[in-house]
């Protein structure tokens, strides 16, 4: 099944062999290995989850809009071939950038970045700055394209008070009967529901601006070089869309200054490291300091708590509805991963004065 796939692809020699490949949650992933003139060619395969996403032809306009334009931002500085430092899309046979199979299921393949590799959690301080200085890298790349000329593929997305209603539905409606085994967890969301519109409340009145933002930058969504260990882009650009850059910034911090991780069982190790989020913030500053407003950089650690919140209640509503959206190893699984944000969460409330002071002391610099 796999061969036919990416012989559909304008993909040049024989194919040897394709394996799955990574650890995310949303899409199937694949790496393709092809024999071209002695010499083995590597290319990422994936399926789109119809599920997480509706309309994968809107999907895939981005996705060819965003990648077209960073090679050409690319190409513009000086980068001879920039299909081997960011994601570049292959054609199909017939010049489209996805097929579509006799089940419906779209496909789409990239050239496979060679120089690069990702983490699922960060390393160290020099890994987290390069996380950030890759999150304002991407951002500064994207910064002169139209919000408006992009789809928007997940209505609501990180609209917090959005998720809200969708966990206040699924507690209602409790189809699998585990409301009564998470009255610790809900009780922790009654006494924060007045965080969810803070940041949607800012967009709407205009006091930050829409950009284009990728929405999704968790630590293995970021590939770092192997040698030098600098970033070199972004990866999985399926959620890039209208947005603020509070989205992203608290998403980023939310999964790189948390070293346990996203799946541990063991709360106790789960906490804000403030080095790590220094380290984040300076190289996101460094890049995105430039084109920031003051208004964005002075709310940003709104985000922090936010976006932990939001991931937090999207879990446990998961949990609730059955295991429906994310993909799960153990029954539990997505109540254990609503459990580490929430922890996460509490740690971020406690650091709140020292993050703000923080962002404040490293955005002054990155300004002159």
């Known amino acids: 099944m796999l061969a036919f796939i990416v012989s559909q692809f304008s993909i040049p020699g024989q194919f040897l062999k394709a394996a799955r490949f990574g650890s995310g949650l949303i899409n199937d992933t694949y790496l393709c290995e092809f024999m071209e003139n002695d010499v083995i060619h590597k290319y990422i395969t994936q399926r789109i989850n119809p599920s997480v ?23 513009k ?40 590799t990702v983490y699922d959690t ?57 409301a009564s085994t998470v009255q610790k967890e809900t009780l922790f969301v009654s006494h924060r529901r007045l965080l969810a519109p803070l940041l949607t409340d800012l967009m709407i009145s205009g006091q ?4 284009v933002v990728h929405n999704d930058p968790k630590v293995n969504n970021f590939m770092i070089h192997t040698l030098t260990r600098e970033a070199l882009c972004m990866l999985d650009l399926d959620t890039v ?3 603020i850059v509070h989205f992203d910034f608290g998403d980023c911090v939310r999964s790189a200054a948390n070293p346990a991780g ?24 460094h890049e995105a300091g430039t084109f920031l407003t003051q208004r964005e950089i002075e709310t940003l650690h709104y985000s922090v708590k936010i976006i932990t919140f939001e991931l937090g209640i999207r879990f446990l509503a998961d949990y609730l509805r059955g295991d429906v959206y994310f993909k799960i190893k153990y029954p539990s699984h997505n109540l254990d991963r609503s459990r580490v944000q929430f922890k996460l969460l509490e740690s971020i409330e406690a650091a709140d004065r020292q993050i703000i002071e923080l962002i404040a002391r490293l955005a002054s610099p990155a300004r002159t």
């Open 262 to 285: 996203e799946t541990t069982q063991d709360l106790e190790q789960v906490s804000i490291d403030m080095s790590l989020f220094e380290a984040i913030t300076s190289g996101y500053l």
């Open 122 to 178: 960060v390393r160290d301080e020099q890994h987290a700055y390069e996380v950030g200085r890759g999150l304002g890298k991407f951002q500064s790349l994207v910064a002169d394209m139209e919000p408006k000329n992009l789809r928007i593929i997940l209505p609501e997305f990180h609209h917090t008070a959005y998720y809200l209603t969708e966990y206040d539905d699924a507690l209602r409606a409790d189809v699998k009967s585990r």
């Open 53 to 75: 996403f509706k309309n994968p032809e809107n999907v895939m306009e981005n996705v060819e809009r965003i990648t077209s334009h960073i090679v050409n931002r690319l190409r």
């Open 77 to 116: 500085q000086g980068i001879a071939d920039p299909r081997v430092v960011t994601p570049s899309l292959l054609p199909t046979r017939n010049g489209q950038p996805f097929y579509r199979d006799d089940s419906g299921a779209y496909w789409r393949t990239y050239y496979f970045i060679e120089s690069g």
């Open 208 to 211: 930050i601006p829409v950009r």
């Open 241 to 243: 869309m209208p947005g």
